[in-house]
């Protein structure tokens, strides 16, 4: 079997993630994190929160899942917000497009970029078949599939609405109370952790690609202009870079450079996503990433969003596969401006300046007078075409008559009658659209990762033994009691002791079922990195064996003290040190 395999077997006979509502037949694309799987995702979530909400000092909200449509025409979801569906003319099944070429061509590794045509001419020239019936997809259209679940906000149908597709939004739309709570001073960061929703079209590769998961989203709010980041903090911090430039090299792979070589050097274009860079890299070791299996892929100019001056991937490697765990992301200031101009809400910040200045502004007053017989219905928008002309050309208005263009039409207006004047004022500052920076990490996806890369086998007492070797901070139980028989009074203090343990704060397990030797390997399995049995020995001088997963050694423990070694334990003390 393929570590993949082998993840998968493990994840359903042991809690970690199985799918779901199998009882009726299974949901393709959606999934239940069982008792152990819960524990460790609410563990790096609690480790995600630690580095990029408490340390940043970011506050930190929680939006609703569903949302009005009118937020999704404003962020440019209902529009474009589209993957690649073929449908096979003979079976009815439908597929992603883009998905088949990737699987079937080797040196096609992102074909999402290609437009729709082009991978229908790739399935042609690759001759590549339906997957569930085998016949040739050659001459099928390939066409855009929208992927938001759309609902009814209330009863009936006035008023649609949509799961989101991703949590930025919510943070986004409640910009003008969130920057009242920020004081409206720049720079601030908001966070969220929350479930989004995208109706795949061919959920695969089990927690990769679903139809509901979660993020852990940073939406930082800057003045690009004043606003610079804590680059000496992450300067030193190495990265490894997979830039635009090596992917279109023939010979061109991974670098390491540290995060102060790269901003340098100009491999990464924004000083703010290389920052985040740097300090991501603390959460991936924390929570178990192996970094042998990890780079940064900066977009190509195909994949990136329009509004995005630059953005990279965090990838890991799953079965020979690199896949997207974290996107970083420079939005420019597209969100909020996007959603000030459908809303009509000030989504602007005031920047005050240092010293009063005196400019010269070019105003209109049109003569409505004239524009209301002129142009009729259409006179409000030309005087406030006007007035936006005004602001960005004013040679515009240098000669008789000015042309501002509504709505694909052209309308031309004596100047003398627009009332164009440039005036001298003075200004104690002025109104700003705020930059965001976003690292938006797929959780569900990360802790995918952490199991893939921290499940191994050894050989223990010459037996085969499978373990993960999770951080101890992260592991969904910190600590399992034994007790080493059930009789002679060891069970009831070992269910006594595992009850200390919990009111300590710990997360605890206990197991007395099958001998001691099984209990062990069955919390290594899991991932529990200390277990404490309770014997003869126990009763006689109060103390327990403490035992140590990766390396199986022991050592004891009075029980009095026993709170304080595991603390120094997870701590990263070893047994030799207690």
């Known amino acids: 079997m393929t570590e993949l395999d082998d993840l998968a077997e493990l994840a359903k006979r042991r809690g970690f993630f199985f799918p779901s509502n199998e009882a009726y037949g299974g949901t393709a694309g959606f999934y239940t994190y069982g008792p ?7 563990n790096l979530e609690d480790t995600w929160r630690d580095i990029f909400v408490r340390e940043e000092g970011h506050m930190e909200l929680e939006a609703p899942t569903v949302m009005p449509e009118a937020v999704f025409e404003a962020s440019g979801h209902l529009d474009g917000f589209d ?14 497009a883009d998905h088949l070429v990737e699987d079937a061509v080797e040196d096609i590794e992102d074909a999402e970029a290609y437009e729709p045509e082009e991978v229908a001419e790739l399935i042609a020239d690759h001759g590549i078949e339906c997957p569930s019936c085998g016949a040739s997809l050659a001459d099928t ?10 609902t009814n906000i209330g009863p009936g149908s ?6 989101r597709p991703e949590t930025a939004q919510g943070i986004f739309v409640e910009f003008p109370r969130l920057k009242e709570y920020a004081r409206n001073q720049l720079p601030f960061g908001v966070a969220q952790i929350g479930r989004a929703y995208r109706n795949e079209i061919s959920p695969r590769r089990a927690l990769v690609r679903v139809r509901e998961f979660t993020q852990a989203e940073l939406e930082h709010f800057i003045d690009p202009e004043t606003d610079d980041p804590p680059l000496e903090r992450v300067a030193d911090v190495e990265v490894p870079l997979y830039s635009a430039e090596s992917q279109n090299a023939d010979d061109g792979g991974v670098e390491t450079y540290t995060v102060g070589e790269a901003v340098e050097e100009g491999v990464i274009g924004s000083e703010w996503v290389a920052y985040y860079l740097g300090r991501a ?7 178990g990433i192996d970094m042998d299996r990890f780079r940064y892929r900066q977009h190509l100019s195909g994949e990136r969003a329009h509004y995005a001056a630059d953005c990279w991937d965090a990838e890991t490697e799953l079965g020979g596969n690199w896949v997207e765990v974290t996107g970083f992301a420079y939005r420019s200031d597209y969100d909020l401006s996007k959603h000030g101009e459908y809303s009509g809400e000030d989504f602007t910040l005031f920047r005050q300046y240092d010293e009063p200045k005196t400019v010269e502004r ?6 409505m007078s004239y524009l209301g017989p002129e142009f009729g219905g259409a006179a409000g928008d030309v005087a406030d075409a006007l007035e936006s002309l005004a ?24 100047v003398e009658k627009t009332g164009f004047s440039v005036e001298e004022q003075t200004e104690a500052g002025e109104h700003i659209t705020p930059h965001v920076v976003e690292p938006s990490f797929g959780v569900g996806r990360l802790v995918y990762s952490v199991l893939i890369h921290r499940h191994g086998t050894d050989e223990v007492d010459g037996e085969q033994r499978a373990f993960l070797d999770l951080p101890a901070d992260i592991a969904p139980t910190t600590v399992a009691v034994f007790p080493l028989m059930t009789k002679d009074g060891l069970d009831d203090r070992a269910e006594e002791l595992a009850h200390e343990l919990r009111e300590n704060g710990f997360e605890v397990a206990y197991d007395d079922t099958g001998n001691i030797g099984r209990r062990y390997r069955r919390q290594d399995e899991v991932g529990t990195p200390y277990c404490v049995t309770v014997d003869y020995e126990t009763l006689e001088d109060g103390t327990v064996t403490v035992r140590e997963r990766d390396s199986t050694d022991q050592t004891r423990v009075a029980v009095d003290e026993l709170p304080g070694a595991l603390r120094q334990l997870v701590g990263g003390a070893t047994l030799s040190e207690l």
């Open 83 to 96: 993957d690649m569906i073929i449908e096979c003319v003979e079976c009815g099944a439908t597929h992603r």
């Open 391 to 414: 602001g960005r050309d004013r040679s515009a208005f240098d000669g008789e008559e000015v042309t501002v263009e509504v709505d694909g039409e052209s309308y031309t207006v004596p």
């Open 281 to 287: 890299m603390d959460f991936y070791e924390r929570i």
């Open 158 to 163: 006035s008023s649609p609405g949509y799961l």
């Open 362 to 367: 070019a105003t209109v007053d049109p003569d």
């Open 36 to 42: 152990e799987g819960a524990a460790l995702k609410r």
């Open 141 to 150: 259209d390939v066409e855009e599939f929208n992927l938001m679940f759309g």
